[in-house]
């Protein structure tokens, strides 16, 4: 095992906050195998790269033999996490939170190392406790240290209306740790006051306080809030070595040494580097720019993904030409045929209302002109290629 400072150096290089100061240190002075709390409540279909900062920070403890302990939130989803929202989230079924678990697990287990693993679900002791565990748990907390919370402070002063089951959120966060024993407890900035709490209920309970370690959070494509599925501004894990690369450059140029220290993992002697040469004008922003989405890609695919990705860039947006391994789909022949059905039928768009939308919104275009029809004869479409947007593409074969 590396030595603490060693471990310290590895571990921390995206972390923006650990508390209380010096206790990280501390703890691996150690030199034992630490349990590192990771909470994850699956109200999302989607792994984001935001959210891949958070498991590179606990596969980090992993590569140093500490335990990563994944705590798969199926109970407290159904509660729904209030950190930085200016309204009651709206509940979800314990189906909705299942189907979402079914389909994100086993793509965080990619991120992570499957040595070291421990994965439990918190519906596991939450489940089960009674109105006297629930009163004996909010007795812990007084309504002051509730309110010290930002935005809870801030709904109150609006008259914005909040549930008590809002206060009840991290009141069940922290009984995770106490449930697993956490040295440690990781998570984005927005769930610092939410850690500390864990960290309070575990003393009263008599166990040590875990020391807590957050990360920034990245900020979307847009370059301006954070990343979020609901927004629609976030790259995938999962997604295509291609539009990966192409998402990447569409990043506003001021977003990217965020981005090439927390989604590409840079270090951050490397990071002021490259910012120094953006400013003194020696490294060009789109150069920069294909630099960290190589890095991107290279990450959640392997290099020569990357290479192909860049590649395909160039050729769809230089030299505005179509991508060579776009799908061929078949629609009969004779007749009209609905140019939404035709999108939707070769997986264009998710449906014939977003291709109608799609259409009116311009953004079709066949073989590189823009097309405002909904209806078309299918033997205009013989051999003609299809694009929605930037990035999709389809070549229409007429049966």
């Not at 078949?330 to 999108?343: C, F, M």
């Amino acid at each position: 095992m590396k030595s603490a400072q060693e471990q310290l150096e590895y571990i921390t290089q995206s972390v923006d906050v650990s508390l209380p100061e010096g206790a990280l240190l501390a703890l691996l002075e150690e030199q034992r195998p630490l349990r590192v709390k990771l909470g994850v409540d699956p109200t999302a279909p989607d792994v984001t790269l935001g959210w891949a900062v958070v498991f590179d920070l606990l596969r980090r403890f992993q590569d140093m033999g500490h335990t990563a302990v994944l705590i798969v939130g199926d109970f407290t989803a159904q509660v729904g996490d209030p950190s930085e929202k200016s309204a009651t989230r709206k509940r979800l079924t314990a189906d909705d939170v299942r189907a979402y678990a079914e389909r994100l697990l086993p793509v965080i287990k990619t991120q992570l190392l499957p040595e070291r693993l421990e994965i439990r679900y918190n519906s596991e002791w939450l489940g089960t406790m009674d109105m006297h565990d629930v009163l004996e748990l909010t007795s812990d907390v007084t309504v002051a240290r509730i309110m010290d919370r930002d935005d809870f402070t801030k709904r109150w002063v609006a008259h914005e209306p909040i549930s008590m089951i809002e206060f009840m959120y991290p009141l069940l966060q922290g009984m995770d740790s106490v449930a697993i024993r956490a040295d440690i407890e990781i998570g984005g900035t927005d769930q610092l006051w939410n850690l500390l709490v864990g960290r309070d209920l575990q003393e009263r309970r008599g166990q040590p306080g875990q020391v807590v370690a957050t990360v920034p959070l990245l900020v979307g494509t847009d370059g301006v809030k954070k990343m979020s599925q609901s927004l629609g501004n976030y790259i995938s894990v999962r997604d295509e070595p291609g539009d990966m690369f192409g998402k990447v450059m569409s990043i506003p140029d001021a977003a990217m040494p965020d981005w090439y220290r927390l989604a590409a993992m840079v270090p951050r002697a490397e990071v002021d580097v490259i910012v120094q040469g953006l400013e003194d004008g020696s490294l060009h922003p789109g150069e920069a720019k294909r630099e960290l989405g190589r890095r991107i890609v290279t990450i959640h695919h392997d290099a020569e993904a990357a290479q192909r990705a860049e590649v395909a860039f160039d050729r769809l947006f230089r030299a505005h030409e179509a991508p060579d391994d776009i799908p061929t789909p078949e629609i009969p022949s004779g007749g009209e045929v609905s140019l939404p059905a035709v999108l939707g039928d070769a997986a264009l768009v998710e449906s014939r209302s977003e291709g109608r939308r799609m259409i009116k919104q311009g953004a079709v275009k066949i073989d590189g002109e823009k097309t405002d029809l909904e209806f078309i004869d299918a033997s205009l479409l013989d051999g003609v290629v299809i694009q929605v947007g930037k990035r999709r593409f389809a070549r229409i074969v007429v049966e």
